[in-house]
């Protein structure tokens, strides 16, 4: 059973770490490096302190405590979901045996790959927005991306727990490997393409925690179904976080979104560039960037490695046990986007191997949520202009689509043109200088940039004007 977090512990933890000696130390061991790398890709902004969340319980009754923090201080730690000692597999050749409690040997590897994948994201995305502090719109947006930042740092504790609880001296190298890799860099980048991708500006942070983030509790969403319970359980509780990540996505680009519209009707003109906001069509061009590169983090239509996953019992679907079926799908049949002739179509495939579609899926219908709310702004603005998800093979790097170009509606078309029109639906170099332009901090107190407009609830019941942040 877990037990409540000991806060008396170099490692806040609910894992009975005290009671584990060779893991207490060997954890003890990687937590410098952890700092170090925190203190060397973590952010750059210097502050006193943030008011932060931090986990103090996983149980349903508020496991949330907020207080201003240094972060270097922030209590990292391992927190896993309660434990079911009766819980049972959920679909796979498993199904219905108990849940493991240790690893299989013959799905070591597979795990431990998973688990590695899963991993090497947490830290990338703390990399990818080191800088953003120095143009935070406002307090209260600095103190929500301090905030993303502390919990992808606590997420890349949770899968290092798991390394190294689980795969023995395998599991500490991969471990050590997690801070060595780092996003974008030339010799030892991140495992996934997004997450090489630079977050320049705080639309793109938005737009990456709407889309990206979005990517991540879908992922964590099927190894939450994991028959290997340490981790579902581990990943039960990241979720939790996770949805926080989303809410500032969510609601970043409903801000922009309204700000931009009250200017063009202010101004009775969509030519708002000049008027100190980011144009419709641009934040058109950054969704349908983050959208795309987030759709190849699902990787190709099919795959048998993720059906032989699912047989195992590694990896379930998104609400496994919301689904009416058979929970092994061996009969079953489905359709996958695909390439047919030249053209795109869907081929009919085993359930199993186009179990990466039905996740692509369940993640585009969510994204459908995001941009209805948007152009809710825009018509409760009286504004006839709509944002849509582009179609699922414009711009893809991975899967059937990588082989062509397409425009955001669908249409093939040649190389040559997409190269010359694609300054008209992803983000250009005036574009993005446009954006860079206008990422001036506002560090004051109850203050917010142009470009943007106030939330409308603060933190923890706190106003916006609190003050979120103490700069150094
Ligand atoms: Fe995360
Ligand atoms: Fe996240």
Known sequence: MSQAPDYTDKIPNNVGLREDRRLQRALESWQPNFLNWWASMGPTLPTQDVYLRTAVNVGREGWAHFAHVPMPDYRWGIFLAEQDPHREIGFGQHKGEPAWQQVPGEYRSDLLRLIVIQGDTEPASVEQQRDLGATAPSLYDLRNLFQVNVEEGRHLWAMVYLLHAYFGRE?????EELLHRNSGSPDAPRILGAFNEA????????????FTDRDGKYQLGTLKESAFDPLSRTCEFM?????????VGTTGVDR????????????????????GVIPL????????FHYSVSLDLFGGETSTNVANYYTAGLKGRWSEERRQDD??????????DAL??????EVEVAALTGLNTDLRRQYIADCRGGVNRWNKILSDAGL????RLPHVAFNRHVGAFAAITATPEGELIPAGEWQRRKGGWLPTDVDKTHVRSLMRPVHERGKIAAWIAPPRNGINGKPFDYDYVHLA
């Open 171 to 175: 599991g500490r190298e991969e471990a």
């Open 281 to 288: 069509p641009v934040i058109q061009k950054y969704l349908n």
């Open 199 to 210: 977050t320049p500006d705080w639309l793109s942070f938005y737009m990456f925690t709407y």
């Open 239 to 247: 979720l939790k976080e996770e949805a926080h990540h989303m809410m």
């Open 340 to 345: 047919v002739d030249g053209e795109v179509a």
């Open 384 to 387: 006839p202009h709509r944002l």
């Open 256 to 275: 922009v979104v309204e700000r931009t519209a009250q200017v063009m009707v202010e101004n009775d003109t969509d030519d708002v560039a000049a008027c």
């Open 327 to 336: 929970h092994r799908l061996t009969n079953d049949a489905m359709m996958v």
